[in-house]
């Protein structure tokens, strides 16, 4: 089966402001996610595990280049991709969940504009943001559509914004850490929606996060990075109870 996500031996390096000089953030990471499946990178603050998903979805901060290796999207190769290019794959071919729900919804715009927001963008029907909002769980989701952000709960943000990230349809979702941001109780919640997304839509999701739990509960695939390197990857099950390294 293709891979919906292909990195194959990436590195990235940040310039420094002061002189110029690359300073490594990536090295030689390889990973794959397949459809219907979850594939969780785990590393500590400063692993380059959200530089790899940067990378993924084109977004790496302009001090930041890809300087070896390539990504493939659905079987095209997208590493010399432009903005624009990347904007036309962002929503519908990758969604994107970003860390923090509380900074990452408008504040000036109801919860039901900013899901609408991407399908509006490219001319789509807006109508059906009220079954999206349901579709992420969303109790009396009328309602919650015409409220705005400061109204809602951290829980309820993150499946608004979960709604907007599947709101054209993706293959693939890249999750950065989601939940750090949230208690133990809402966390669950939100993990098993996405649980719930990957098996009935067959969506394949990359998922960010320092929680091995997390991981060794939810994940198919591990990828376990340490200093911008791979440290172990394979099986969930094999990565976390046979491990090769400390």
């Known amino acids: 089966m293709c891979a919906l996500l292909s990195v194959r031996?990436?590195?990235?390096?940040?310039?420094?402001?002061?002189d110029g000089a690359a300073v490594p953030a990536v090295r030689g990471v390889s990973l794959e996610v397949h459809p219907g499946s979850m594939t969780c990178v785990v590393g500590e603050s400063g692993s380059g595990k959200s530089t790899t998903a940067l990378a993924s979805v084109g977004l790496l901060p302009p001090p930041a280049r890809v300087d070896a290796g390539?990504?493939?999207?659905?079987?095209?190769?997208?590493?010399?991709?432009?903005?624009?290019?990347?904007?036309?794959?962002?929503?519908?071919?990758?969604?994107?969940?970003?860390?923090?729900?509380?900074?990452?919804?408008?504040?000036?715009?109801?919860?039901?504009?900013?899901?609408?927001?991407?399908?509006?963008?490219?001319?789509?029907?807006?109508s059906g943001v009220i079954d999206l909002l349901a579709a992420a769980g969303i109790d009396d989701p009328a309602r919650r559509a015409r409220q705005y952000p400061h109204e809602l709960s951290g829980g309820?943000?993150?499946?608004?914004?979960?709604?907007?990230?599947?709101?054209?349809?993706?293959?693939?979702?890249?999750?950065?850490?989601?939940?750090s941001a949230l208690d133990v109780t809402v966390q669950k919640i939100i993990l098993d929606l996405l649980d719930s997304v990957r098996r009935e839509r067959g969506i394949?999701?990359?998922?960010?996060?320092?929680?091995?739990?997390?991981?060794?509960?939810?994940?198919?695939?591990?990828?376990?990075?340490?200093?911008?390197?791979?440290?172990?990857?394979?099986?969930?099950?094999?990565?976390?109870?046979?491990?090769?390294?400390?």
Do not use: C
């Not at 031996?9 to 002061?18: A, F, K, N």
């Not at 900074?103 to 001319?123: D, F, H, Q, Y």
């Not at 990359?206 to 911008?228: N, P, W, Y």
């Open 9 to 18: 031996d990436l590195s990235v390096s940040y310039r420094s402001p002061s």
């Open 70 to 126: 390539s990504i493939w999207l659905g079987g095209r190769e997208v590493t010399g991709y432009t903005e624009k290019q990347w904007r036309a794959l962002r929503g519908t071919t990758v969604g994107l969940v970003p860390q923090d729900p509380h900074n990452s919804l408008n504040p000036l715009k109801t919860i039901g504009a900013s899901v609408a927001e991407p399908l509006a963008m490219r001319g789509r029907d807006t």
């Open 156 to 179: 309820l943000k993150q499946r608004a914004l979960i709604a907007a990230a599947l709101a054209l349809e993706p293959e693939l979702l890249i999750a950065d850490e989601p939940t």
């Open 204 to 246: 394949g999701i990359l998922f960010i996060t320092h929680d091995l739990a997390v991981a060794g509960d939810r994940a198919d695939r591990v990828v376990v990075m340490q200093r911008g390197r791979v440290q172990e990857e394979g099986l969930a099950a094999t990565v976390l109870t046979e491990p090769r390294s400390e």
